[in-house]
């Protein structure tokens, strides 16, 4: 049986059908928005362009938006290593149980040379992961409650303190996933081929 945002047929979703989908803008503008992608290596080691991107290129302005801001926080230069800012982004779909999401970051992670036992649990990825959990519950379900006591919490003296630069990359990090779940949830959308078949191991960097 198909969960939302999981396993279920090869289709784009599980609410729409593909022609419903494609509707949303025309062929055309679809068609140069994932050009537009391919060649900026947008793959996330799929044989194509994933079903969320496919979906967004229908909205070909806001695609390019979505586009920068990957860039920006994902692979642009930052505090965070690019191993934990995909681990971050596990952290932060799993929250939602968003197992579309954990396949992607997943990849991402192996592919920028990420130690696979982490993905075993947080008690096997380092301590300083770890203490993300308790700010990403909140931004995943009560955000206005965030305050400046949760940031300090994070940047007080010890051996697994993170810099308030590093806090601040990691928090727009799991807003961005938490967003991107919402989206993907909502619209149904089924696990990519390779991801059901499980051989996420094998994908290579989008960088």
Known sequence: MGAVGGIGPPRLSLFFSDEELKSMASEEAVSASLGKMGGLGYSFGYSRTPKLYRVLSSH???????LKSYDM?????GPLPLTWRNYIAIMAAS????????????????????????????????KKLG?????????????????????GALTEEGSATFSVSEVLLAICIMSIVHSHAGFVLGMGLCLEPEDVEGDEGSGTSAS
């Open 60 to 66: 070909p302005k806001y695609l390019e938006m979505e």
């Open 95 to 126: 929250r939602y149980n968003c197992e579309y999401l954990v396949h992607m970051h997943r990849r991402q992670f192996l592919a920028h040379g990420g130690d696979p036992s982490w993905l075993k649990g947080l008690s096997h990825a380092p």
């Open 131 to 151: 203490r993300l959990q308790s700010i990403n519950a909140i931004l995943a379900h009560r955000p206005w409650l965030i305050n400046k006591d949760d940031i």
């Open 73 to 77: 926080v994902f692979r642009g230069d």
